[in-house]
T-cell receptor, first 112, second 117 residues
């Protein structure tokens, strides 16, 4: 069975600082991995996805994530946080074909 | 705007009642997924339909049912509602039927917030 763990339900950074949101997954087969962002009162928007091609994946809004099989991790980073990045971020895995299994989410707060 | 529409945006009802949530997928998408987002359970997959047929089932209660119509819109029916059913219900759609394929990228609607009093 697949599962996702996001370490830290809340992360606070200063504007301009590095953003690092952690995601570890469990999967019995090579997975597809995703990061979604949810802004207040909105649906989920895909930031980026790993599909077994390049291990470093670039997404929208300056975010990127690196797939590390040995660590079963897919951490999300952004070099410099903007106020507009404040939102909830979800890591998800799919190895069963149809469904996405989501982590518990990390709320990112950006301080001016 | 993902192109996925959901109605209504908000729904307030009482325990024991039945409600229907509606989802229209993006044009051209054959697959519809339903997810529930609650504070205690997080985001959970409920059910998937592909081109009118049930394709996969997740943690969906027996009191809940769904269907996908010939025009590909989908409805999620929730009956005998309980306080614990209060949640945000998302619909997502994709071209293909598998999330682990290039055509499986899921696009989410804005959600329906259900409040059961």
């Amino acid at each position: 069975a697949q599962s996702v763990t996001q370490l830290g339900s809340h992360v606070s950074v200063s504007e301009g600082a590095l953003v690092l949101l952690r995601c570890n997954y469990s999967s019995s087969v090579p997975p597809y991995l995703f990061w979604y962002v949810q802004y207040p009162n909105q649906g989920l928007q895909l930031l980026l996805k790993y599909t077994s091609a390049a291990t470093l994946v670039k997404g929208i809004n300056g975010f990127e994530a690196e797939f590390k099989k040995s660590e079963t991790s897919f951490h999300l980073t952004k070099p410099s946080a903007h106020m507009s990045d404040a939102a909830e971020y979800f890591c998800a895995v799919s190895d069963a074909g149809n469904m996405l299994t989501f982590g518990g989410g990390t709320r990112l707060m950006v301080k001016p | 705007d993902s192109g996925v529409t959901q109605t209504p945006k908000h729904l307030i009802t009482a325990t024991g009642q039945r409600v229907t949530l509606r989802c229209s997928p993006r044009s051209g998408d054959l697959s519809v997924y339903w997810y529930q987002q609650s504070l205690d359970q997080g985001l959970q997959f409920l059910i998937q339909y592909y081109n009118g047929e049930e394709r996969a089932k997740g943690n969906i209660l027996e009191r809940f049912s769904a269907q996908q119509f010939p025009d590909l819109h989908s409805e999620l029916n929730l009956s005998s509602l309980e306080l614990g059913d209060s949640a945000l219900y998302f619909c997502a759609s994709s071209v293909g039927g598998r999330a682990d394929t290039p055509f499986g990228e899921q696009f989410f609607g804005p959600g329906t917030r259900l409040t059961v009093l």
